[in-house]
């Protein structure tokens, strides 16, 4: 079995904040227990703002991060300040392909008061938005426990509730995802 390597990269407008990226790919080495490293292209998604809306089509930037993605890299996760949608949602926070290789995560919603809005509650927000949309491209689906990183996550009280850190149900699914046995679970 070739062993995963998740590649994190910042795609945003404003400048990486290095720290929180570095962060962000120490947790997923952790959770997920591959190799991660970080990206420094000067690239940046094109054609993905919506006039009308001020936001980015997220699936538009799944799309551009598919065809950027590093050879080595098994996953590319896509970091962004930019506001993303998906047609039928105000917003989303992130958006991964189930079971794919890209996944894209928004910092933009994530300073809001609700858990203080100081930058160490961005930051851990960050870090488990990182975690769930990578879950979901091995093959994670969403957990019903509030404290899984895999949790539905409509608003920032129910990311605050979450840790950064898979549920032991969602950390034996993945092992299974990984090792064979994925479709036991009828997804
Ligand atoms: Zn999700
Ligand atoms: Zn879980």
Known sequence: ???????????????????????ARVQVERVFGVSA???????????????????HLSAGILRWLVA????????????????????????VFGEAKLDGVVAVVSTARLSGDAGGGSPRVSQARLVKECIHELGHTFGLI????????????V???HVDAKRATLCADCRIRLSELRHGGGDAYGR
């Open 142 to 153: 969403h957990c019903a426990d509030p404290r899984c990183a895999m949790a539905r996550s």
């Open 1 to 23: 079995m070739p062993s995963d390597s998740v590649c994190l990269w910042w795609i945003g407008e404003a400048a990486a904040e290095d720290r929180v990226m570095e962060e």
């Open 68 to 91: 950027m993605r590093p050879p080595g890299a098994t996953k590319l996760l896509g970091v962004t300040d930019v506001d993303l949608f998906i047609p039928i949602l105000t917003f």
């Open 37 to 55: 490293t970080l990206a420094r292209r000067a690239e940046r998604p094109s054609g993905t703002l919506d006039p009308r809306r001020g936001q």
């Open 155 to 157: 608003n920032l009280a």
